[in-house]
């Protein structure tokens, strides 16, 4: 494909579209905002203030048949992406989507057999893949469990090598914690199934995807503990015996890091607080610790040391300055690199042929299916295995 910057249609413009894809497409060199597409007046309103040399349209279908639209982003509700989906294949163009990738299991593998079958690449939103910090903590991790280099020092009672561990010696168990706040969500987020299972298919998939993706294995079974709705924990067995546990905590604070993964394996642990560190223990050469930039940083003489600590003097000061201005958007500053604008340069390479699919259906498929298991589980409060729900592709 040409080395010209790709014209891109964004299908479905609300809050997420229009506070991350939107300003990411316009801040990328190597793309053009052409469209805007929702149904809503008013969100297409704000698209015309932020962008005003793009586009709008309420038709899908125009949006994706513009001649200067070379890819599409399709941030619409997960219940209507199937339609835009088979139009992009028809028409050949590539698609950077939201996820989850489909409201069902049986849409999932429909659109990976579309895309899949036409050969038209397809990135599948789960951005943490793409940031600094996770993307160097799980090649870090990758390497201690293909090669494992134990430090000198780990501690080893005599006759350890005679305990009967067998096949459980050295494999990983990881586990993710979400601390937020459900009163910040969309009322879409609970409604339909959501009413009853919560977040366990519509966020959820980032944290599966995550768990796969350091832990490079499938699942075998999932059991879910909690209300399901606000709180929530995951137990994954994978099928090589390795284990995930995620915990999802509704009631929590914009004031605490939102995310803490924690894996260990081989005498190693590697951790990632927040996507602003990566600490690492028990593995020989790691770097016991490594912080990441802070992007939208509103406060940049408070909390200079960066890292976790400076990140939670710079949000102090942001709850501060909210609640004496009687606004609570002004809690938001130093936000950790999520990876989302690194996702979209890196798609553009993939459609230049420059690079491996990032974060393709299959892949995606992996987490989905622990997804809709856990629904499962939550909902009828048992063990449930993978393939009698959801059957591998």
Known sequence: MASHPLGVGIIGCGMLARSQHLPNVLATPEARLRVCCDLDEAALAECRRLAPEARVTRDFREALAASDVDLAIVATSETFRLPIFQEAVRLKKPVL????????????????????????????GHNRRCSPAMKEAR???????????????????????????????????????????????????????AAKVGLLLGEMTHFTDLACWFL????DSVSVFGSGILNHSVSIRFRNQAIASILMGGNGTFGYPKELLEVMGNGGVVAVDHMLEVRTAGIEGAPARKIYP?????????????GLSGWLAKKRAA??????????????????DKGHKRMLG????????????????????????ICFAAVTSAMERRVVSLDEIAPAP
Request: hydrophobic letters at 40%.
């Open 97 to 124: 989507t939201e996820k989850p990738l489909a409201a069902t299991w049986e849409e999932c593998l429909r659109a990976h057999a579309m895309f899949a079958g036409a050969g038209v690449p397809i990135c599948v």
């Open 139 to 193: 090649d870090l991790f990758r390497r201690h469990m293909e090669s494992p280099r134990p430090c000198p020092w780990r501690f080893q009672r005599p006759g350890w090598e005679r305990i009967p561990v067998g096949a459980e010696d050295g494999l990983p168990a990881l586990s993710i914690r979400i601390n937020d706040d459900w009163r910040s969500w969309k009322a879409v987020h609970l409604q339909g199934i």
């Open 216 to 219: 490079d294995a499938d699942a």
């Open 294 to 306: 802070m992007l939208g940083d509103r406060h940049p003489n408070i909390g200079t040391e960066g």
């Open 319 to 336: 709850c501060e300055e909210a609640a004496a201005r009687g606004d609570p958007m002004l809690q938001f500053t130093a936000e950790p």
């Open 346 to 369: 890196e798609f553009l390479r993939e459609i230049r042929g420059e690079r491996e699919p990032i974060s393709p259906t299959a892949a995606a498929l992996r987490g989905s299916r």
